[in-house]
T-cell receptor, first 116, second 113 residues
Framework: GAVVSQHPSRVICKSGTSVKIECRSL??????MFWYRQFPKKSLMLMAT?????????EQGVEKDKFLINHASLTLSTLTVTSAHPEDSSFYIC????????????FGPGTRLTVL | GENVEQHPSTLSVQEGDSAVIKCTYS??????FPWYKQELGKRPQLIID?????GEKKDQRIAVTLNKTAKHFSLHITETQPEDSAVYFC????????????FGKGTMLLVSP
């Protein structure tokens, strides 16, 4: 199956700093990537849809100026959490979708963000 | 938009029993229904999926059924084993240029030896 990597797997930062998370599709080109946030014992909540070469589409309630998404190539999307605060601490997971009519999504291993 | 309801939220069974998790969806345009298994701190893993042109699909101990008229689909796990313990998520997808997954809230399955 398709492989999606995510880096870093875990990050601890101080309040007010920015954190960048990378999502890469390793063996396929992903025209679309998705970013999810998952709080403990909760479901995955879609934050935004990232399309290569165009602006990301954010879900309602997600601040686009706080969660910056860049999809610069067909294999890389980045999520930057700007001026992180403790309430941003969560498990961030990306997924990538190869171009086909029925697009299975393949998930990255996730990034555990802890903001002190 | 799509809304996916999933029940039960927790399910405890004895090893060897069957487990059934049910989901309903709201958007009649949804045409792809994957099921994911997620272990603590790990990524969701696709375990089975079904498309809207079939009513049932089976893969060893796992099966999924789809009732398009009633807009519900179910996951069936037979002969459960302790390693089946995890959180299971259903999802629905309505393809519209790209496929946005709408997840259910998840079911924590605990299989006791």
């Amino acid at each position: 199956g398709a492989v999606v990597s995510q880096h870093p797997s875990r990050v601890i930062c101080k309040s007010g700093t920015s954190v960048k998370i990378e999502c890469r599709s390793l063996d396929f080109q992903a025209t679309t990537m998705f970013w999810y946030r998952q709080f403990p014992k909760k479901s995955l909540m879609l934050m935004a849809t990232s399309n290569e070469g165009s602006k990301a589409t954010y879900e309602q309630g997600v601040e686009k100026d706080k969660f910056l998404i860049n999809h610069a190539s067909l294999t890389l999307s980045t999520l930057t959490v700007t001026s992180a605060h403790p309430e941003d601490s969560s498990f961030y997971i990306c997924s990538a979708s190869p171009p086909s009519p029925y697009n299975e999504q393949f998930f990255g291993p996730g990034t555990r963000l802890t903001v002190l | 938009g799509e809304n996916v309801e999933q029940h039960p939220s927790t399910l405890s069974v004895q090893e060897g029993d069957s487990a059934v998790i049910k989901c309903t969806y709201s958007d009649s345009a949804s045409n792809y229904f994957p099921w994911y298994k997620q272990e603590l701190g790990k990524r969701p893993q696709l375990i089975i999926d079904i498309r809207s042109n079939v009513g049932e699909k089976k893969d060893q101990r796992i099966a999924v059924t789809l009732n398009k008229t009633a807009k519900h689909f179910s996951l069936h796990i037979t002969e459960t084993q302790p390693e089946d313990s995890a959180v299971y998520f259903c999802a629905a997808v309505a393809y519209s240029g790209y496929s946005t997954l709408t997840f259910g809230k998840g079911t924590m399955l605990l299989v006791s030896p």
